[in-house]
């Protein structure tokens, strides 16, 4: 049986014999058809081949009419259409029924019974938004009307669905391609930018390796010891560097590779541990630090973990060299339906005009005789923040401080993409 066959008539219509006759000729009722035959053979009168196989429901006024629609769409059991008379008193007419019908349910279709032009039809059409959905039925009617009218429409209604339901696939497949396309689009990007960020940053440190092994070579051949010591030292210093880099690439390649948890995570918790790590490795140092109480988000605990150490090694790092430095760790209080938690510092800043570089990978708007750092903390930081489907930003002045700024929207708006979004641009070195 087709799945989308529905045979489900609403008769709407005050006069209750009305009701009868409709009965006999949609309802499939072998003993009272047989009544019928008798009935026609002996008093003459025509009765309509059997149409059958409806299930017809009556009311007898509008209201009545519309709380059986209502309840239609509730048990997900609509009608495929209703015959509804024009004149009803003492309720609604016709066509007030019909209004408040489409409303409920708007596929419906409807046919109009009447018997008087006590109104003009352009004024019931104009007042209803009729598309083609609307036939009108002038009485007395006969009842091969009634069974062909539904047939056609009833069958109208399942073609109607049937095609809506493969512009919604068709609809969902384009959508999925276009997704799809963006993401890989979006992917080779930054692998591209990647791949050019990894050459960039690695040539430097390999430069340096091999200018001065060749340096050490001349040296070890009648050059003092203290020299060769030197030479010795800088590769070293190469090499660390070079294993940091690749650190960090490991650490980025793996947000993306690991699988996203979904749980519920006390952020204020998590920020006060970091602080007090912080703390504890740098006891040297008087940080004012003031963390706003419950914080929560639901997500990947072990990443947004990373996320949380990022940002505030960061505030930490940068206000090195403030007389009184102040880190607060929050959330933005507005009409926001999902949260902006920040952290914010008052250290060295940076030059808003570069804001956009932050997040890319080996991106450093200090130098590392300032601030000794690699440049992955906060692509990765980007990178985990994309996965929880959130976003991640800063503000900041030069002298005056920065605020880092990220949501994390629900878990059910949550994807698993395996590549964040950063634009080749953000890759491109800051000058
Ligand atoms: N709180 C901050 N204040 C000022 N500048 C910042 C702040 N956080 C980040 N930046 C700027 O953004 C750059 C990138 O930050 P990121 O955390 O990715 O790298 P890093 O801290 O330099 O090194 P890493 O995190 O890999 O140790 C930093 O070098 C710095 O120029
Ligand atoms: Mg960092």
């Known amino acids: 049986m087709n799945p989308l066959q529905n045979r489900r008539i609403l008769l709407i219509d005050d006069m209750p014999a009305i009701h009868e006759d409709f009965r006999k000729i949609l309802v499939a009722r072998p003993a ?12 003459g009168q025509a009765v309509p081949p059997p149409c059958g196989g409806f299930e017809l429901d009556s009311a007898y006024q509008g209201p009545e009419g519309l709380a059986k629609v209502e309840a239609s769409i509730q048990a997900g059991r609509p009608y495929a259409m209703a015959f509804v008379d024009m004149r ?85 497949a384009v959508e999925e391609l276009t997704a799809t396309k963006t993401a890989l689009y979006q992917s080779n990007k930054e692998l591209e930018a990647f791949s050019y960020s990894v050459a960039h940053d690695l040539r430097s440190p390999l430069k340096s390796i091999d200018g001065f092994s060749h340096l050490l070579q001349k040296a070890i ?15 070293r210093a190469g090499v660390r560097q070079m294993s940091e880099l690749t650190d960090g690439l490991l650490s980025l390649a793996q947000v993306s590779h690991t699988h996203l948890k979904a749980e519920p ?77 920040f952290v914010r510092d008052n ?25 000794a750092g690699t440049g992955i903390g906060l692509a990765t930081s980007h990178r985990i923040i994309s996965r929880h489907a959130g976003r991640i930003w800063a503000e900041g ?35």
Request: charge should be negative.
């Open 88 to 172: 009803m008193p003492p309720g609604w007419d016709g066509a007030e029924t019909i209004e408040r019908l489409w409303r409920v349910d708007p596929q419906m279709q409807i046919v109009i019974c009447t018997a008087y032009s006590d109104r003009t039809w352009e004024k019931v059409l104009a007042r209803l938004d009729v598309q083609d959905r609307l036939l009108i039925l002038k009485k007395p009617f006969d009842m091969i009307e009634i069974s062909q009218l539904a047939r056609t429409l009833t069958a109208k209604w399942e073609m109607a669905r049937q095609a809506a339901l493969q512009m919604n696939s068709l609809e969902e």
């Open 32 to 43: 009272a058809r047989e009544l019928d035959d008798v009935e026609a053979v002996l008093f």
């Open 397 to 431: 002045a030069v002298g005056q401080g920065a605020t880092f700024f990220f949501t994390i929207p629900p878990a059910s708006r949550q994807h698993l993409p395996s590549e964040s979004c950063i634009d080749s641009q953000e890759n491109r070195r800051a000058p």
């Open 221 to 235: 051949s009648g050059d003092t010891a203290d020299r060769s010591m030197h030479y010795l030292d800088r590769i």
């Open 265 to 341: 995570v006390d952020l204020t918790a998590m920020a006060e541990q970091v602080l007090h790590d912080c703390q504890e490795r740098d006891s040297g140092r008087t940080v004012q630090v003031h963390v706003e109480r419950d914080l929560t988000a639901i997500g990947d605990p072990a990443l947004l973990r990373q996320v949380m150490e990022n940002l505030l090694a960061n505030a930490w790092k940068f206000t090195a060299n403030i007389a009184t430095p102040e880190i607060e760790v929050g959330q933005l209080h507005g009409n926001n339906e999902t949260a902006v938690f």
């Open 347 to 371: 250290g060295a800043g940076f030059d808003m005009a570069y804001a956009d570089k932050l997040f890319g990978t080996f991106q450093r708007l200090h130098t590392s005789e300032e601030f």
